[in-house]
């Protein structure tokens, strides 16, 4: 079956760097997404890897690791408003995305 | 900006009665979908449609119907609703570009159905 393992919390500190990892088995690939959601509101594209490595975009990278089944979604230099729900969704075979449950990150002062 | 729009955010309906959730997008995206979102759960995909008058079955479309009548618009249509709907739910638009499906998807602000 398909599955998706992410973290359901995690606490950080503002200003530190946190990792969120996403374990996933998909029927077929095509790319993993990370989307961010704040409480209450819809998701929002974050990034999308196909290949694997490191993606950097500002204050978030994201890594793939294709044969490992594994991503993550590196937040640096955090800040109060990065508090969300981080969604790992790698897309299968029929280009689907597959959600995971969510990481709900936590920053503290 | 791509923007979708869902018509309403809030929407407290009783056991049995028939409900419609309307999506817009305004980017002439080709593909439309409807996922819910419960407390611990990912998105759970209801239905989906990749042009007009097209729609596909999700991982969930048991008591929920579709409509895609115009390409910018996609409704969800629960026949006769059930407590076990409460739910988030979520419209989400993509584009096809050259025939790819790998696409980010960009989502509506969410309905928050309440069934009593």
């Known amino acids: 079956g398909q599955n998706i393992d992410q973290p359901t919390e995690m606490t950080a500190t503002e200003g530190a760097i946190v990792q969120i990892n996403c374990t996933y088995q998909t029927s077929g690939f095509n790319g993993l997404f990370w989307y961010q959601q704040h409480a209450g509101e819809a998701p929002t594209f974050l990034s999308y890897?196909?290949l694997d490595g490191l993606e950097e975009k500002g204050r978030f990278s994201s890594f793939l690791s294709r044969s490992k089944g594994y991503s993550y979604l590196l937040l640096k230099e955090l800040q109060m408003k990065d508090s969300a729900s981080y969604l790992c969704?790698?897309?299968?075979?029929?280009?689907?995305?597959?959600w995971g449950a969510g990481t709900k990150l936590i920053i503290k002062p | 900006d791509v923007k979708v729009t869902q018509s309403s955010r809030y929407l407290v309906k009783r056991t049995g009665e028939k409900v419609f959730l309307e999506c817009v997008q305004d980017m002439d995206h080709e593909n439309m979908f409807w996922y819910r979102q419960d407390p611990g759960l990912g998105l759970r995909l209801i239905y989906f449609s990749y042009d007009v008058k097209m729609k596909e079955k999700g991982d969930i479309p048991e008591g929920y119907s579709v409509s895609r009548e115009k390409k910018e618009r996609f409704s969800l249509i629960l026949e006769s609703a059930s407590t076990n709907q409460t739910s988030m739910y979520l419209c989400a638009s993509s584009p096809s570009t050259g025939g790819h499906r790998t696409e980010t998807q960009y989502f509506g602000p969410g309905t928050r159905l309440l069934v009593l």
């Open positions: 969704a790698p897309m299968d075979s029929n280009y689907q995305l597959i």
């Open positions: 890897n196909v």
